[in-house]
Every structure is written in structure tokens, then in C-alpha cells.
């Protein structure tokens, strides 16, 4: 069965430092998602991505991020200077309708910057 | 807004003893309703979604939700619980309308006592 593929499992980066998360949705999927999950608190969506532009994003996502489809599998998610409050497991989701179809969510990126 | 309340963030049951979670939701329009289930190191799996069909939903691993209009809620329960049912488990609401995100709770841990 397809499902969305994340790298690093895990990542360990200097506060002020960028970083690339990583992302690979399923093949026949023309939606693309990030949320993250801060340790013990909800999970909270960030950015929506349809036909190679941002879609919506939350109030979490500030000039400090930035997303890009850079070929045809790959999805990413860029932090150029990460703060602490950073640090959280970070999402991927795919889904293959407009109408609301199942959002279909990768293992995550754990992000501890110190 | 939307918002999604899941009352416990633990509970423990005896393996073979009715599991119930609880998820309420606020949304203002008819909403999209889903419970996920995380397993330790893994992402989110979809058990159900109710997308205003049947009122009464069934998912996989022998779980179902119903959806109460005038209790605002989409509880999930299954019968006999397993040693494997032990996750953590998240409702999410959406409108349903295009790729719209999901609003997540802050999840509920199941542990499940032999």
C-alpha cells in the first residue's frame, strides 16, 4: 500500500541554523500538507500546497518558513533560522481530492534545536 | 472556528473491557470528522472519518464513532479492547470543503491492561 515517506526520522540542528524536512507523498496525490507537533501539546497544521503554491497557512507560519515541490515526488518544508520553540515532530500528509478525502500522514520529523 | 475537546488525555483499560473516547467538537459549519490512531514511532493512521453519510461509522481494527448533531460529538468506542489497541489516538475536524486542514485534539492515550 503507498504511503508518505519523511527524512530524517530525526534532526538535531544549532538554534539560527536551516534546515530542510523532507517529504515524499503519495504518488498520485495533488494535495500536500505540513502540521507539527509540539512535545504534549495538539497537533497544528501549518501549511496547505496545491498546484505548486501555498494554498493556506496558519498564523505558525511566518517568513521563517518556506515550502517548495521542487520535482515531482519531493515536498519540503525549509526553517531558515530556527528558534527553540521550534523544536516538535513535524507532519507530512498527502491527499488526492479537492473534496474532502483522507489526508494520509507520514511517521514525522523530529526537530530538536538546542 | 473550528475546535475539537478530547476529554481524558489517558485511559487505561482492562484488555477485553469496552474502549470509549470522547471527542467533542465546535465547528460552524456541517463538519468532517476523523479519529487517527498514532503507534509508538509511527505516523498518523486514519481509523474512521464521518463525511455526512451514515451517522454511525465504522473503521478499522473493530472501531466505530457515531456522530451526534445535537451533542456535538463523535465518540469512538470498540467493544473488547486488545493489548495491541495501546496508542494514541486524535480526533480531528474539518469543513470539508476543499483541502481544507484538519483541527486536531490533543489526543488521548490508551493503555491496555492484561
Known amino acids: 500500500e503507498p504511503e508518505v515517506t519523511q527524512t530524517p526520522s530525526h534532526q538535531v540542528t544549532q538554534m539560527g541554523q536551516e534546515v530542510i524536512l523532507r517529504c515524499v507523498p503519495i504518488s498520485n496525490h495533488l494535495y500536500f500538507y505540513w502540521y ?36 515531482g515526488s519531493n515536498f519540503t518544508l525549509k526553517i531558515r533560522s530556527t528558534k527553540l520553540e521550534d523544536s516538535a515532530m513535524y507532519f507530512c500528509a498527502s491527499g488526492r481530492r479537492r473534496d474532502q478525502e483522507t489526508q494520509y500522514f507520514g511517521p514525522g520529523t523530529r526537530l530538536l534545536v538546542l | ?34 479519529w487517527y490512531v498514532q503507534y509508538p514511532n509511527q505516523g498518523l493512521q486514519l481509523l474512521l472519518k464521518y463525511t455526512s ?16 448533531k445535537s451533542e456535538t460529538s463523535f465518540h ?26 484538519l483541527v486536531f485534539g490533543k489526543g488521548t492515550r490508551l493503555s491496555v491492561i492484561a
Open chain 2, 1 to 34: 472556528a473550528q475546535s475539537v475537546t478530547q476529554l481524558g488525555s489517558h485511559v487505561s483499560v482492562s484488555e477485553g473491557a469496552l474502549v470509549l473516547l470522547r471527542c467533542n467538537y465546535s465547528s460552524s459549519v456541517p463538519p468532517y470528522l476523523f
Open chain 2, 53 to 68: 453519510a451514515a451517522t454511525l461509522v465504522k473503521g478499522i481494527n473493530g472501531f466505530e464513532a457515531e456522530f451526534k
Open chain 1, 36 to 71: 507539527r507537533q509540539i512535545l504534549g501539546q495538539k497537533v497544528e497544521f501549518l501549511v496547505s500546497f496545491y498546484n505548486n503554491e501555498i494554498s493556506e497557512k496558519s498564523e505558525i507560519f511566518d517568513d521563517q518558513f518556506s515550502v517548495e515541490r521542487p520535482d
Open chain 2, 76 to 101: 469512538l468506542t470498540k467493544p473488547s479492547a486488545h493489548m495491541s489497541d495501546a496508542a494514541e489516538y486524535f480526533c480531528a475536524v474539518s469543513s470539508g470543503s476543499g483541502n481544507t486542514p
